[in-house]
């Protein structure tokens, strides 16, 4: 089986990763929400400088975010409420940029995608942007019900962020 | 009050009032502040910079930051731990670029000197006879910490010869650092690689924070709190309200937050560390380290300058058992307005690795850049800093006036040593680790 999509299918996921971006920038969480799989999960790794040769792995490793669909609903409704969050209140102006969209056939109803991801963001008490930017790998599902997210992973381009918290997603 | 050219003692004086429980806005602001402590007290004192566990064997190194100085924390061929300025002896380039591997030494990308893992002289840029036997080697050694020393597997390093062993230097802390750092034999490592965070703040917020605040706790953790405990806002301020705050000597500071009366019999002993953890906290702890352990909901520290620790529980999985993470950081210094968060999280060697997995996920998941409690504080502070930026806002004072009504409590016959107040919004606390600031600028 050749894992090559379909015109069609690639038209059909890339609209899914910009409705995501979409809903994402507009942190409207009740419907980002409906987009993810229950066996949801979504991780981003700790970026580091490495040697090429000599390099180590310390300890049983600790990314930024390592959610399933449990704790990721319960970050969704706290992002949700002025009332249950202090890093959005008020709300932060973003800008999700999705791009390099790439997708191969996982199984008759899966699709590995990956994509670049830039998110500008804008606080009320900075006047530029920060801006991080990431790779992603995904796995999509196709439902009955339309596209699923079933595993994301981030691998974003800073070490250090470059900011103060990162209330919101990739 | 307006900043002279050149602060002296009796300008420090002044920046911290004492009698009045404040501080001037500007040691959060004023970068010749900034630039004076650098001097007088990061340069004096003893500072975090790793633990055991990250470079368990010889060559093992990781990048880390004393202060404003990028140094590289190394195991020696001989087991030793060094800890050495990670700028050429040559001229001054970054030598160690990576944040961790294994090395026999480090050889400068400008040109080619070569240093041991001790920080030892190698090789120049070609052959060392060129010099004609006119330059003493030896004093080209990259430059090592004056003392580096360790407790619990936290290492500690500093550049002042005439520090006080670091024993003495955490002395009674270590009495409150053992409760949820040196609780089993074999003691903890690491989870994995440091988060890092900027956040537009001075340090000094994040080591008074810890130090500990409780009144934040309700206002901007009550909602994760109750959405991840359980626990009512109104039963976290009982907590919080009528636990004891501990001044432990030197500018250490912190809180042991019990269970309150309204959540006893619901909460389990030690917030749910597993069974065979505990059997080897009854065996490593005093009688008395035990009494105020086992009631305890967590934990916060500073130890000064800027060395904190939290151990929260939290559950993300519905009907699922409370996980305790605990997490070691440090506030690095960055400008007067800016720091940088170090952020690691510990568990027990002993435990199981489904536990160390858990305890992982607890803790990236609440004390991380991404984490519900510290994407809510990181706000809170960047927002001092944008509050107190003008010309009249840097004027007022930081507010430290609970400490007025509680200062004069201190518990008497409190199974620890130190100080300990009945509250942990009094704010005492949180003051003293400014105080112990203010010792060193005007020395
Ligand atoms: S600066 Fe390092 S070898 Fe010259
Ligand atoms: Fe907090």
Redesign the interface.
């Known amino acids: 089986m050749s894992n090559r999509v379909s015109e069609t299918e690639y038209r059909d996921l890339a609209d899914f990763l910009c409705d995501e971006a979409e809903l994402l920038s507009a942190q409207d969480y009740p419907n980002w929400q409906k987009m993810l799989a229950e066996d949801l999960h979504y991780l981003i790794p700790v970026p580091q400088f490495l040697e090429q040769v000599g390099s180590r792995e310390i300890g049983i490793g600790n990314g930024y975010f390592d959610d399933d669909i449990h704790s990721m609903r319960i970050r969704l409704e706290l992002l949700s409420s002025p009332q249950t969050t202090t890093a959005e209140h008020v709300r932060s102006m973003l800008n999700h940029v999705v791009s390099n969209i790439r997708i191969t056939k996982a199984g008759d109803d899966e699709y590995h995608c990956k994509s670049c991801i830039t998110v500008h963001r804008t606080r009320f008490n900075k006047k530029e942007p920060t801006i991080i930017s990431g790779r992603r790998q995904d796995l999509i599902r196709r439902t009955t019900d339309g596209f699923r997210l079933v595993t994301r992973q981030v691998n974003l381009n800073q070490s250090i962020l470059m900011s103060s918290n990162i209330s919101y997603f990739f | 009050m307006l900043l002279k050219e050149n602060l002296g003692p009796a300008d420090f004086e002044q920046l911290v009032d004492e009698q009045k429980a404040t501080a001037s806005r500007l040691i959060f602001t004023d970068q010749s502040i900034f630039e004076l402590e650098q001097e007088k007290l990061f340069a004096k004192v003893w500072l975090y910079i790793g633990h055991d ?2 470079i368990p064997n010889p060559g ?1 190194y ?1 990048t880390r930051k004393m202060a404003t100085d990028p140094v590289i924390l190394n195991r020696g061929e001989d087991g030793n731990i060094n800890v050495l300025l990670n700028s050429c002896s040559h001229r001054g380039t970054l030598l160690c ?7 026999k030494g480090f050889t400068c990308a400008y040109h080619g000197w070569a240093f041991g893992l001790n920080g030892d002289l190698k090789a120049t840029a070609d052959d060392m006879n060129l010099y004609d036997g006119k330059v003493d080697f030896d004093t080209l050694n990259l430059k090592s910490a004056a003392r580096v020393d360790s407790y619990a597997g936290l290492i500690f390093a500093t550049w002042n010869n005439e520090a006080p062993d670091l024993a003495d230097f955490l002395g009674d802390a270590r009495w409150y650092l053992d409760l949820y750092r040196k609780r089993t034999p074999q003691g903890m ?12 703040t001075n340090w000094k917020t994040g080591a008074v924070n810890f130090g500990a605040d409780g009144p934040h706790a309700v206002k ?1 953790h009550g ?2 709190t109750q ?2 405990f359980g626990i009512p806002p109104q039963a976290v301020r009982d907590s919080l309200l009528y636990s004891p705050a501990i001044s432990m000597g030197n500018g250490h500071n912190g809180i042991l937050p019990f269970i309150p009366e309204s959540l006893r019999g619901q909460v389990p002993a030690f917030t749910g560390y597993p069974a065979e953890l505990i059997e080897l906290y009854e065996q490593c702890l005093t009688t008395a380290q035990l009494e105020v352990s086992r009631d305890l909901l967590g934990g916060v520290q500073t130890m000064f300058p800027n060395f904190s620790s939290v151990q929260a529980p939290a559950i ?3 009907g699922g058992p409370p996980i305790n993470m605990l997490a070691i950081r440090v506030w690095q210094p960055i400008s007067a307005t800016q720091m ?1 968060i170090w952020n690691w ?1 510990l568990v027990e060697k002993e435990a199981s ?1 489904e536990w ?2 858990e305890a ?2 607890a ?3 609440t004390f ?3 984490g ?1 409690f ?10 001092i800093t ?1 509050g107190i930026a003008g010309q009249q806002s840097r004027q007022g004072d930081m507010n430290f006036q609970m400490a007025l009504a509680y200062r004069d409590q201190i518990i008497p016959d409190f199974p620890g040593p130190g100080k300990a107040y009945p509250s942990i919004y009094g704010e005492v606390t949180e003051f003293d680790v400014l105080l112990e600031w203010q010792k060193y600028m005007t020395a």
């Not at chain 2, 670029?97 to 090395?103: F, L, P, V």
């Not at chain 2, 510290?374 to 927002?383: K, N, R, T, V």
């Open positions: 566990s990250e093992d990781v670029t990576t944040d961790t591997g294994n090395t490592e690491v989870l994995g690689a440091p988060h890092r965070w900027v956040v537009e901007v909602p994760i959405a991840t993300f999985r519905p940088e999280f690795e160390k997995h992982m996920l803790g990236v998941r991380s850049p991404g519900t510290d994407q809510d504080d990181a706000e809170a502070w960047a927002g944008a």
